[in-house]
């Protein structure tokens, strides 16, 4: 029985096809491919059981074992599923971890019930090497870096240009203290495969926010991270109530949006409550028990007032977290990399029109 294959092309992630990964739960978890869904051959027990037949007996053994295990009404059941999502996506392709046996068992399976589809031919880790080397060779890419002070809205510069690099979008966090996600944050694997993925449509000059190497859980590739310490910067200047409200709106309104669609409104209140005090808490080694608590208690006021229909009551513990914790830690940074020359100094519109400048003239150029 000949079962056919189709190259780790990248532009199936670019064509954004259905992939079905037969691999096991715990490995799917561990990194997927952008657009995968999860049908496994077999489930976690089972893979690990054949896992030690594979290394005390050998591969017959191990082959012997899986087919005892996957077999009657569970068999069905797992071929049911693979038909379930082909009479969906008839497109879809399957992979599994090399492209080898346990991919080949799902095709043959399928083509015994009347449906053929091809296989990755490396399967995941062929089109993870592909991913990972497009992000080293995007490293050397021109690349423009937006920083300024938290609540300028440095993301919504990126988000607003094609060629901008949306990290934080990628590490499903806003890569402060208060920016982690009410959803579970990507697998280091998952956001390197979202941050490749995305650059698989940026061959020239990108946009970029200026990051830490850290993004909550995630850590930009070194290659790439490099590339954007050596990158020319622009910064973005805004007052101080504009930038409150700008973190009103990522910190509590965005915030309480996702809480309350995800959780409902009695779960997600206590959950954003939650999140939002722990962010605090954390930050007692830089500001000091005294102004922590000075600060806790403004923020509960806060949620009290909230609760009665005063959502502005969170400016009273919003502001001095501006100006008594991010912005000194911004401009010791700034110390830190000692006079860094900035190509473009402005309010928010003059620095996406200098990005959107800078762009068009690196792109002309190359």
């Known amino acids: 029985m000949t079962l056919p294959l189709v190259p780790a092309d990248l532009g199936l992630l670019v064509e954004g096809r259905t992939l079905i990964d037969v691999r096991a739960p715990v490995e799917f978890a561990q990194g997927s491919l952008p657009g995968a869904v999860n049908l496994p051959l077999m489930n976690n027990d089972e893979r ?110 990126v988000q607003a240009l094609d060629n901008g690099l949306d990290l934080e979008g990628c590490a499903r966090h806003k890569g402060s203290a208060f920016g ?75 915030l309480w949006t996702v809480y309350r669609q995800q959780f409902g409104e009695v779960l997600g209140w206590k959950l954003m409550r939650k999140q939002l005090s722990s962010a605090l808490g954390r930050l007692k080694k830089r500001l000091g028990s005294a102004r922590l608590a000075r600060l806790e208690r403004l923020q509960a006021l806060a949620f009290r007032e909230h609760q009665a229909g005063n959502r502005q009551a969170h400016e009273a513990w919003l502001a001095p977290l501006l100006t008594e914790y991010y912005d000194p830690m911004y401009r010791y940074q700034l110390e830190k990399h000692g006079e860094r020359e900035f190509l473009h100094v402005g309010d928010w519109d003059s620095c996406l029109d200098f990005a959107r400048h800078w762009s068009q003239q690196r792109a002309a150029a190359s």
């Open 48 to 157: 690990h059981r054949v896992g030690i037949a594979y290394k005390e007996s050998g591969q017959d053994a191990a082959i012997a074992l899986g087919e005892r295990l996957v077999s009657g009404e569970v068999k069905q059941a797992r071929i049911d599923a693979w038909r379930n999502q082909l009479a969906s996506t008839p497109d879809a392709i399957i992979y599994c971890f090399r492209g080898g046996l346990r991919s080949q068992i799902a095709q043959r399976w399928l083509m015994e019930s009347g449906i053929e589809r091809p296989r990755i031919e490396g399967g995941w880790k062929a089109m993870r090497q592909g991913l990972c080397a497009r992000i080293d060779e995007a490293a050397s890419q021109p690349m423009l870096v937006v920083g300024g002070l938290t609540g300028c809205a440095k993301t919504a510069i």
């Open 180 to 254: 982690r996600h009410p959803l579970i944050a990507p697998s280091q694997i998952d956001f390197e495969h979202d941050m490749g993925r995305r650059l698989l449509g940026l061959h020239g000059p990108m946009v970029l926010e200026d990051e830490s190497r850290h993004i909550g859980a995630a850590n930009i590739p070194l290659t790439f991270w490099r590339g954007m310490e050596v990158a020319p910067r622009i910064r973005v200047e805004m007052p101080l109530d504009w930038r409150l409200n700008q973190i009103h709106k990522d910190y509590i309104d965005d």
